[in-house]
């Protein structure tokens, strides 16, 4: 019901003019002495025209592919206040969960885009699967840590094949540079529950270390608990940030936008 309103409306910005197929009956001169077009049957103008309206809301609101840009993320302006303060003003940690198609990669790509702009290194990978342990998730973000940062990349070389997350927040608490965030995005699929507690440890160390980074958790989950925050000792260094689904309201405002 609600895509059906969403269209009508659409339908209606993009052909405001009920009268327009009227127009088109109006004589033509010939261009290159072809016969101009048959006018065109009202009922199948307007058909034409709620099929663009219908396609234009699907590409808008399609929730199988993240948004290309920061400019086309609507509508969440709150959750990402969140995030920044939560991170920026804070200097703490978030994650953000929500349900599947509800938009947070998309608003993970957003904050790393303008996180970007004031003057943080955002390093945004995607985990592979429940199997990786701590080291195997992690080790890919150290190949992203820059090269003047000498002390910091002696201590990564120095790194076992296998390490701990007292041993990461040691290096990462060796940065002297900007700050770093690490998006770790689709974090549901780490169920390893070891994984998941060594990652409890890891934020909690990088606080405790004032280590100048900071994670950005995105997964889905029904409530923050499912994910992280089953471990009482995080809850005072990670925020959570909750995407809900629009309401009706929302979706309005959306569309006018």
Not at 131 to 153: C, K
Not at 196 to 225: E, M
Request: hydrophobic letters at 45%; a negative charge.
């Amino acid at each position: 019901r609600m895509l059906r309103e969403w269209t009508e409306r659409l339908r209606q910005r993009l052909d405001p003019d009920e009268d327009a197929w009227r127009r088109a009956q109006e004589p033509v001169l010939p261009i290159d002495d072809l016969p101009p077009p048959p006018p065109q049957h009202p009922a199948r103008a307007d058909a034409q025209s709620r099929a663009r309206a219908r396609a234009a809301v699907v590409e808008a609101l399609n929730p199988a592919v993240p948004v290309a840009s920061r400019g086309q993320l609507l509508g969440r302006e709150v959750e990402l206040a969140s995030i920044f303060a939560a991170i920026s003003d804070l200097r703490g940690h978030a994650l953000v969960h929500g349900s599947r198609g509800a938009g947070k990669t998309s608003i993970a790509r957003a904050f790393g885009d303008y996180a970007d702009e004031r003057g943080l290194l955002v390093i945004y990978l995607s985990c592979d699967g429940g199997s990786a342990g701590f080291a195997e998730l992690f080790r890919p973000y150290l190949d992203f840590i820059p090269a003047y940062e000498a002390d910091t990349q002696a201590a990564i070389a120095a790194l076992p094949a296998t390490f701990g997350p007292r041993a990461l927040a040691g290096v990462f608490a060796r940065l002297s540079g900007q700050r770093i965030v690490l998006i770790v995005d689709e974090f549901d699929r780490v169920t390893d529950p070891a994984t998941r507690a060594d990652i409890a440890t890891l934020v909690k160390a990088l606080t405790d270390l004032h280590a100048p980074v900071h994670l950005l958790l995105v997964g889905i989950a029904r409530d923050a608990h499912e994910l992280v925050l089953g471990h009482p000792s995080l809850r005072r260094h990670l925020t959570a940030v909750a995407l809900r689904p629009f309401g009706h309201d929302s979706a309005n405002r959306l569309l006018d936008e």
